[in-house]
C-alpha cells in the first residue's frame, strides 16, 4: 500500500469522532476560509480559496490536474501537515489526522490481497473496533448493495477492476463518518461501469445523505451526483465558479443523460472551465 493509501486509511480509522452539538445540522460541515497554500516560497499550490458545505450536502470539485483538488481533500482529512493561510473547520474543528468523522475513497481501490472481499469492506470497521458480528453483518449487507452478494469470499486477484471499486465502495459507506472524501473513485473505469457506480454512489447517498466532497475530471458525474460543482482554476487553484445543480432528486444517472436541463448545466460548466484555460494560455 503506497504511503498516502497508509495515511488515508490512518485519518478514517484512527480515533472517536467529535460529539455532535445539538444545532448539528443547521451548522456547515466544512468551512474554508482565505485558504492559501504554498510548498514551494512563491509557489501557491491554493490561492485565497474560501468554501461553505452544509451538512448533508454532495458537493463535487472540477478543475485541471495540478489545481489543488486533491491537496484540498488531503488537508481536510489532516493527511497535510505544513504552514497554511486562512482557516480550515471541519465539522467546526480544525482538520486531524485520525478522525472518525472523515472516511477517504482513493482513486484506487487500496484492497489488501489476502484479505477476501468481506474482509476488505470490514477492514475500516474492525480498525475502528467494531465488533467481529456487526463489521461482517455491515459488510455483508453493504456487499450486497453493491452488487456483490455472493462474492464475499473473492480476493481482490479474483474480482474485475470495477467489482473492486464497488468493494471500495462498501468499505467507505460500512464506516460511521458525517464527512466522505472521494478522489476520483471511478476515474480509470469504463463507461458502462462508471454510469453503473454513480446510480449506486447516488443511492448510497440518497439514503444517508452524509456531507459528500468529491473530486473528478468528468463534468457529467459531477452533475449527476451533486447538490453544487465547484470549478477550480489551473495553478494556483482558485474557485472560478459554484453552480448549485437544480435537478431533483432522487435521481436516476442514466436518465439525466436524456435530460435537456442536465446538457444546460455541463454546457455552462464546461464555459466556465474554458474560460479559465483561455486566459490561461492568454497569460
Known amino acids: 500500500m503506497s504511503n498516502i493509501a497508509t495515511l488515508a486509511y490512518k485519518s478514517a480509522y484512527a480515533e472517536p469522532a467529535s460529539p455532535k452539538p445539538a444545532n448539528f445540522a443547521e451548522l456547515a460541515a466544512i468551512s474554508i476560509d482565505d485558504l492559501t497554500l504554498e510548498f514551494q516560497p512563491g509557489r501557491p499550490v491554493l490561492d485565497k480559496i474560501s468554501l461553505s458545505i452544509p451538512h448533508g450536502q454532495f458537493v463535487s470539485i472540477v478543475g485541471p490536474s495540478g489545481c489543488g483538488k486533491t491537496t484540498m481533500l488531503n488537508l481536510l482529512a489532516g493527511l497535510i501537515n505544513v504552514p497554511y493561510s486562512g482557516d480550515i473547520r471541519l465539522l467546526q474543528h480544525p482538520p486531524r489526522l485520525g478522525s472518525h468523522d472523515v472516511a477517504y475513497m482513493l482513486a484506487r481501490d487500496c484492497m489488501l490481497p489476502w484479505r477476501d472481499a468481506l474482509g476488505n469492506a470490514s477492514f475500516g470497521m474492525e480498525v475502528r473496533g467494531v465488533s467481529k458480528q456487526e463489521c461482517q453483518e455491515r459488510a455483508t449487507r453493504l456487499l450486497a448493495r453493491v452488487g456483490l452478494a455472493g462474492f464475499e469470499s473473492a480476493y481482490p486477484k479474483q474480482l474485475s477492476h470495477g467489482m473492486r471499486q464497488r468493494c471500495a465502495l462498501a468499505r467507505t459507506f460500512a464506516l460511521d463518518s458525517s464527512v466522505l472524501l472521494m478522489d476520483e473513485p471511478f476515474g480509470a473505469l469504463d463507461v458502462q461501469t462508471k454510469l453503473q457506480l454513480e446510480e449506486l454512489l447516488v443511492d448510497l447517498w440518497q439514503a444517508e445523505r452524509r456531507t459528500v466532497v468529491l473530486i473528478t475530471h468528468d463534468i457529467g458525474e459531477a452533475i449527476a451526483v451533486s447538490d453544487r ?20 432528486r432522487p435521481r436516476s444517472v442514466r436518465e439525466l443523460q436524456k435530460s435537456a436541463e442536465f446538457h444546460k ?11 479559465d484555460w483561455r486566459a490561461s494560455d492568454a497569460n
Open 229 to 248: 460543482v465547484i470549478v477550480m482554476s489551473g495553478r494556483p487553484g482558485r474557485i472560478v465558479s459554484d453552480t448549485l445543480i437544480s435537478l431533483p
Open 265 to 275: 448545466i455541463y454546457a455552462h460548466i464546461w464555459e466556465k472551465l474554458e474560460g
